[in-house]
């Protein structure tokens, strides 16, 4: 069955970094794009950024371009989310996520917060 489950979360100061993994299986890793989510409290589900099967195409949300980059290594079967310049509006829950056969499958999440 298809799991995934990210880590890499934590406490951070405003303009502080942290990288999420997601480490996927039970599906094939390597033709599926890779999508990261984030839920605040109280606000919907957005969606952050998204990269190809291949790693080459990447698409990110407004608010994020330029200060988060997301990654994969088809090898490790894992997709990551590089963040910079963090600020407290970066705070929330962050999914990994993919689409497989027309079914959304998610992580359990890994809580971001920001704070000083």
């Known amino acids: 069955q298809v799991q995934l489950v990210e880590s890499g979360g934590g406490l951070v100061q405003p303009g502080g970094s942290l990288r999420l993994s997601c480490a996927a299986s039970?599906?094939?890793?390597?033709?599926?794009?890779m999508n990261w989510y984030r839920q605040a409290s109280g606000k919907e589900r957005e969606l952050v950024a998204r990269i190809s099967s291949s790693g080459g195409f990447t698409n990110y949300a407004d608010f994020v371009k330029g200060r988060f980059t997301i990654s994969r290594d088809n090898a490790k079967n894992t997709v990551y989310l590089q963040m910079n310049s963090l600020n407290s509006e970066d705070t929330a829950v962050y999914y990994c996520?993919?689409?497989?056969?027309?079914?959304?499958?998610w992580g359990p999440g890994t809580q971001v917060t920001v704070s000083s």
């Open positions: 039970g599906f094939t890793f390597s033709i599926q794009t």
């Open positions: 996520n993919v689409r497989d056969y027309g079914t959304d499958f």
